[in-house]
């Protein structure tokens, strides 16, 4: 289910999601005015359709939604013929050809949803890969891709110029060192954006004695590329696949500047493809400097798409499931921005809040950690009052500032959810201390639940040192190296999703085997003999030092309107 497109209309508050129907036969169009309830506006099909493939949705100067899309790498446009975005122009028209002798591909151009530069002037980019006139396998090219960048005076109709830039906007072998792009992978159902631009007063000098303050902004400049990551593996004597949703932020290149300009971050949109190196599950592509492997065929946030409304407010749409099964559900919708530091943030649409079921369940945990001595069992506190196999959950980890040394290498701290009575089947979501930054890690582990063998494993991401934010919501301006994780975490039946510190996102799926796998917990362990920590049954008061502090808030969710199309039918 690759996500077309996706907009939002200023005039009648509704975002508009485009996905496409399994086959190339047609495309759903559907609405949504709370971000929560989703329905089938129309089934658009033959001439009706707004897109020949993947591409984007945008509005042009005169507010009118436009889709755009190159099967074939020729960048074409549709109008829509109404403000409902259900009914379209008959034909395409077409901006450019963007066929290059030396450079094919076998997937579409997909092309980026345009936007207007610093110059003024609008652009896009089509992807192109390394492989040659010749190629026009859906494989996958081994020798990588690159964001071909256009602009032109008018978006399109009179005035419009489309012309090659004669710069990359991004290349495979363009990232910065320690990249998370592996040479051989292509740009798959890209789509870039503008983040809205941020403001921070700043007080003048204290020797003037004026107390006024002056405004500035911050990352004007900077822009983002979401985009999936896609290649195959040269391995087992048979071909297999890895994809992942990938982000990018950098400042776009002009034609007048005829460089390339280096990518300044760049990261997983969501590490739910990515196998932590204490997994049991052997995997491929191992990634530069993170200790973890990607998935091969494996679960995913796949093909982000976002939409900007009227406020700068950008939602990212993405759909979800295996590679090979083909996607067949949209993810929950993110919102995201860029921090001071310009890193991408991101966290759920708060809209997600009205499911809540009251009354909330808070408590504040002071958490000893026991040796495990081979499991976290011993270790897990029953949290009571809440149960059940939908519910969101607020898990805030406090540690001390010698935290890290104080509790050692091998520390694992987090909540557990979908237990049984005893715990022996439940997952668990957390944190794994070890010696060095680097080598510690945020998880879900979900060894012990299901009957699924090749479901069985532990997916991660680094654990980094992003800041929360604070009170107001904004992120801490004062300290990006605190020492507090929030989990926010959704449980849905079926699949768990958790963003921590509003940056760092994990999707997974899991089968419990019994409906009474339902019970939450929290849970502090040593990975470790007790001759190297001490007894099990040590107290904070004891161990002062490796106390943890748990902030817990947690709330049933009930369940949104059902969209009610067949997921069958969508690839």
Known sequence: ??????????????????????????????????????????????????????????????????????????????????????????????????????????????????????????????????????????????????????SSDKLHGRGANWTTAGVSLLTTNQTSAGSFVPQHTEFVTPDYFWPPKRKEAKKNNHNN?????????????????????????????????????????????????????????????????????????????????????????????????????????????????????????????????????????????????????????????QLSPTVSNGTRIPGIVEIPGILGHQMEIKATIYLNSTADDDLGSSTEIGVAVLGDSGWAAHVAIGINISATVEGSHVFIDRRSIGNNTHLRDIRAAPLGRVAPRDEDGDENKDDYTVDSYEFHIIVDHSIITTIINNHTALTVEVYPESLASMRVGAYAIHHSTSAEHGSAARTCDEVEACCVTMGFEGWFLQRPGDVGMDLEEIS
């Not at 790498?73 to 379209?88: F, G, H, M, Q």
């Not at 890969?129 to 990588?144: H, P, R, V, W, Y």
């Not at 990551?229 to 071909?239: D, E, L, R």
């Open 1 to 150: 289910m690759d996500i077309g497109g996706a907009v939002y209309t200023p005039e009648d508050g509704l975002w508009h999601v485009f996905p496409l129907m399994k086959g190339g036969v047609g495309i759903y169009h559907l609405t949504s005015r709370d971000l929560i309830s989703w329905k089938i506006s129309k089934k658009l099909e033959g001439k009706n359709i707004p897109l020949d493939d993947s591409g984007g949705v945008v509005l042009d100067e005169e507010g009118r939604a436009m889709g755009i899309s190159a099967a074939g790498l020729v960048a074409k446009i549709k109008v829509a013929n109404d403000s409902t975005l259900d009914n379209w122009a008959h034909n395409f028209t077409t901006l450019f050809d963007a066929e290059i002798p030396g450079a094919l591909r076998g997937f579409p151009g997909d092309p980026l949803k345009p936007w207007k530069g610093r110059d003024g002037k609008w652009y896009t980019a089509i992807a192109i890969d390394a492989c040659g006139a010749k190629d026009t396998s859906d494989t996958g090219c081994l020798g990588g891709g690159f964001e071909e960048l256009w």
């Open 209 to 365: 004695n004026n107390n006024n303050s002056e405004e500035s902004e911050l990352g004007a400049e900077k822009s983002v590329l979401l985009t999936s990551v896609y290649g195959p593996v040269p391995c087992c004597g048979a071909p297999r696949y890895w994809n992942y949703a990938q982000y990018l932020v950098g400042i776009q290149p002009l034609p007048t500047e005829g460089h390339k300009r280096p990518v300044e971050q760049e990261s997983p949109f969501d590490w739910g493809a990515f196998h932590s190196p204490h997994s049991p599950v052997k995997h491929f592509n191992r990634t530069d400097g993170t200790g973890l492997t990607v998935a091969a065929d494996g679960f995913m946030i796949c093909c982000p798409k976002t939409a900007t409304d009227s406020n700068g407010r950008t939602v990212v749409f993405s759909n979800i499931g295996y590679m090979s099964e083909m996607q067949t559900a949209l993810a929950l919708p993110r919102d995201t921005w860029l921090d001071r530091a310009g890193t991408l943030r991101q966290t759920f649409v708060p809209e997600l809040a009205a499911l809540r079921v009251l009354p909330e369940i808070s408590d504040t945990l």
